[in-house]
C-alpha cells in the first residue's frame, strides 16, 4: 500500500480522535488561526467577497437568522455604514426619492386632520392598540403605502408607534373584524 492511501486509511479509521484534536488546536490557538484567517480574507478579497455572496444565495435564511441572533451588531453596522459617505449617499438617495414620490401624490392632510386623525384613535396605535408616550411617539403610517401610489390624505393615513410601522414596511394592510390582515 502506498504511504498517500496508507494515510487516509488512517485519518478514516481514526476520524474521531482527528476530530477532537483539530477542535482542540483551534482553541489552543485561536488567536493564531483568527489571525490566518484574516490575512487570507485580505488578501484574498475577491474569492472571500464571491464565496461569501454564494453562501449566502445558498442559505437565504442565513442573514435573517443572524439579524434575529445579533441585532446590537446588526445596529452597530448600520450605524457604522450610516456615517460612511457611501451610507450617507444612500440615505440620501432614499430621502430624495420620497420627496419626489411624495410630490406626485395627492397631499392634502393637514395639521388638524392628523390631530383628528389621532383624537379618532385615541392617542393609540392602530395596529396593537399601545399608548404612546414621548419615548415612543406616535407616526403617521400610510394604509396603502406610498411606495405603492398610496396618497398623504385623511383617510389613508393611520396613527402607528415606530415597532409597528416598521413591522407593517410597505404591505397593504385590511383591517377585518377587529383584527388588521
Given amino acids: 500500500m502506498r504511504q498517500v492511501e ?13 476530530k477532537n484534536y483539530r477542535k482542540q488546536y483551534y482553541q489552543n490557538n485561536i488567536e493564531k488561526e483568527l489571525g490566518q484567517s484574516k490575512e487570507y480574507q485580505k488578501n484574498n478579497k475577491e ?25 446590537e451588531k446588526v445596529k452597530e453596522a448600520h450605524s457604522k455604514y450610516n456615517k460612511t459617505e457611501k451610507g450617507k449617499a444612500n440615505s440620501q438617495r432614499s ?7 411624495e410630490r406626485e401624490i395627492i397631499n392634502t ?11 379618532k384613535y385615541k392617542f393609540k396605535c ?12 406616535e407616526t403617521r403610517d400610510h394604509v396603502i403605502p406610498i411606495s405603492k401610489d398610496g396618497n398623504n390624505v385623511k383617510e389613508n393615513v393611520v396613527p402607528a408607534c415606530r415597532s409597528c410601522n416598521a413591522k407593517k414596511k410597505n404591505k397593504i394592510l385590511i383591517k377585518k373584524k377587529g383584527e388588521w390582515k
Avoid: G, M
Wanted: hydrophobic share 20%; charged share 45%.
Fill in 47 to 71: 474569492k472571500w467577497v464571491e464565496y461569501k455572496k454564494k453562501y449566502r444565495e445558498e442559505n437565504p435564511e442565513y442573514q435573517k437568522q443572524y439579524r434575529k441572533n445579533n441585532p
Fill in 109 to 119: 392632510l393637514t395639521s388638524q386632520e392628523w390631530i383628528e386623525i389621532l383624537k
Fill in 6 to 18: 496508507y494515510q487516509k486509511e488512517y485519518r478514516r479509521k481514526h476520524k474521531e480522535y482527528f
Fill in 95 to 101: 430621502r430624495t426619492i420620497r420627496r419626489a414620490k
Fill in 126 to 137: 392602530a395596529y396593537c392598540d399601545k399608548d404612546f408616550t414621548l419615548f415612543d411617539r
